[in-house]
């Protein structure tokens, strides 16, 4: 239990150094490592707009990527998140309001992470991810 705990440690810590220096002086791995992991951003809908389930490559007891380097090749509806579009993401539902990336651009604190509570991909039926897919072909244009 001490591993959520230490990263909101690092995070606040970097949180509180970074704020002084500008956004645009960070690089892509600073930048991807003020998330906090809790998963939100890998989560799907179901229709009935109640459950969510993660994308294919997340794995539900550690919150992480399986896939993160090739993510957006592997993944059909995987989006990558750099900071111009984290607060419209934000606004649109797509990402929480404990988002540690939607906090750093609004100028808040850092809070303990609270992991997403989602249902694995492969515990859906066979006709839910047949949707998936299809849905994330569609919203491809493919």
């Known amino acids: 239990m001490l591993g959520p705990i230490i990263i909101f440690l690092q995070l606040a810590t970097y949180h509180s150094e970074s704020k002084t220096g500008a956004l645009h002086a960070m690089n892509k791995d600073e930048w991807e490592s003020l998330c906090n992991g809790c998963g939100e951003c890998c989560a799907l809908g179901n229709p009935d707009g109640k459950t969510k389930f993660a994308c294919r490559s997340l794995d539900c007891s550690t919150n992480r990527c399986m896939n ?13 998140v750099p900071p111009e579009n984290v607060l419209n993401m934000h606004e649109m539902g797509e990402l929480p309001d404990s988002c540690s990336l939607v906090r750093y651009m609004q100028g808040k604190p850092q809070i303990p992470m ?28 493919e």
């Open 114 to 141: 609270v992991p997403a509570r989602l249902i694995p991909f492969m515990l859906l039926d066979i006709d839910e991810q047949n949707r998936y897919i299809l849905a994330c072909n569609e919203w491809r244009g």
């Open 68 to 80: 993160y380097e090739k993510r957006l090749e592997v993944e059909l509806c995987c989006v990558d």
